[in-house]
């Protein structure tokens, strides 16, 4: 796939070191980094954003993330190799991610299973951590930057 145009995080230089604070911040709530890595890549697939997947990956790997959780999550409700705090941090994700799909796009049980397992500063983070994610995924996806391609 050819890319439309550079991505306009590089386009704009303003924009990429406002967007790498946003997920260092994202990274600071408390929140196992391991959990942040699969709520990445599960808005990523959600969005089929191809590099965020790819680029997902490959930085959850290099955390210790295993192969077996990694094609798992894509169907973690049915995968026996997620904890209950994952599985809220991965549901919270995919509302979130999908606000156009219900009326009530976060259900209360959606966000009261999360904050059973998460403060209000990881679930601060969590949502940060959705927020950049579908913004990376969508300058990706719009402007078709290939997967394991760089910046």
């Not at 995080?9 to 790498?20: D, M, R, V």
């Not at 260092?24 to 599960?42: C, D, I, N, Q």
């Amino acid at each position: 796939m050819q890319a439309r145009m550079n991505n306009p995080a590089t386009i704009i230089p303003e924009a990429l070191p406002a967007i790498l604070d946003l997920l260092k911040a994202a990274r600071k709530g408390g929140v196992p980094e391991s959990t942040l890595e699969l709520v990445h890549l599960r808005a990523s697939q959600i969005n089929g954003c191809s590099y965020c997947v790819v680029g997902g990956v490959a930085s959850a790997k290099k955390g210790g993330e295993t192969d077996e959780r990694l094609h798992a999550v894509a169907a973690w409700r049915e995968a026996p190799f997620f904890n209950d705090a994952e599985r809220a941090a991965l549901a919270l994700t995919e509302a979130a991610t999908r606000l156009a799909d219900r009326p009530d796009a976060v259900p209360d049980q959606v966000w009261d299973d999360a904050a059973d397992h998460f403060d209000e500063k990881q679930l601060a983070s969590i949502i940060l951590m959705v927020g950049v994610t579908n913004l990376f995924n969508r300058l990706n996806a719009t402007t078709r930057q290939s997967a394991g391609a760089t910046w």
